[in-house]
T-cell receptor, first 111, second 113 residues
């Protein structure tokens, strides 16, 4: 089992729709959870982080964490073509010393 | 300007040569990291360092070496022992508190000719 798994892509949504990106993790002691966005040929940039169970909203982005189910998700409301990118889920495990990344989900928002 | 710089942006290497990728940060971060990314793949950890003069192997350390002589610098050497070095290399840093965010440099794209 991979330490961090993301829903397989690519994911395609129409402009204005909600895009839902999902991630599960295997280390039950994981502490911190991050979503990064990576445009083609560029380095990852942080979108959201979440530490506690529940929802965290920032503009059009909402991160959701359920530690009991070992599940974290990212919702993008009113998706725009500029949101087209690969989204990486990353988790700090119980050891606390390093991030482990999923393989990413490629999102395309169609005008 | 605060941030993480990597150089060069593009690097070409002949087989059998060692090359060193530079990573510098002026964020006063304690921890620094090197990742490798292959096309369509996630990030794989090569080496990381939590304090000066100390570093640990990541998941794919074979064929790579690092040093951490200064807090702001964490160079990565890709040796000839690395059989498939063509990839996008990313350096990152963060404060050494478990929940702190990790930030990335712009990356170096290495191609072996």
């Amino acid at each position: 089992q991979k330490e961090v798994e993301q829903n397989s892509g690519p994911l395609s949504v129409p402009e204005g729709a909600i895009a839902s990106l999902n991630c599960t993790y295997s280390d039950r002691g994981s502490q911190s959870f991050f979503w990064y966005r990576q445009y083609s040929g560029k380095s990852p940039e942080l979108i959201m982080f979440i530490y506690s169970n529940g929802d965290k909203e920032d503009g059009r982005f909402t991160a959701q964490l359920n530690k009991a189910s070992q599940y974290v998700s990212l919702l993008i409301r009113d998706s725009q073509p500029s949101d087209s990118a690969t989204y990486l889920c990353a988790v700090i495990g119980a050891s606390g010393s390093r991030l482990t990344f999923g393989e990413g989900t490629q999102l395309t928002v169609n005008p | 300007d605060g941030g993480i710089t990597q150089s060069p942006k593009y690097l070409f290497r002949k087989e059998g040569q060692n090359v060193t990728l530079s990573c510098e940060q002026n964020l006063n971060h304690d921890a620094m990291y090197w990742y490798r990314q292959d096309p369509g793949q996630g990030l794989r950890l090569i080496y990381y360092s939590q304090i000066v003069n100390d570093f640990q192997k990541g998941d794919i350390a074979e064929g790579y070496s690092v040093s951490r002589e200064k807090k702001e610098s964490f160079p990565l050497t890709v040796t000839s022992a690395q059989k498939n070095p063509t990839a996008f290399y990313l350096c990152a840093s963060k404060q050494e508190f478990n929940t702190d965010t990790q930030y990335f440099g712009p990356g170096t794209r290495l191609t072996v000719l």
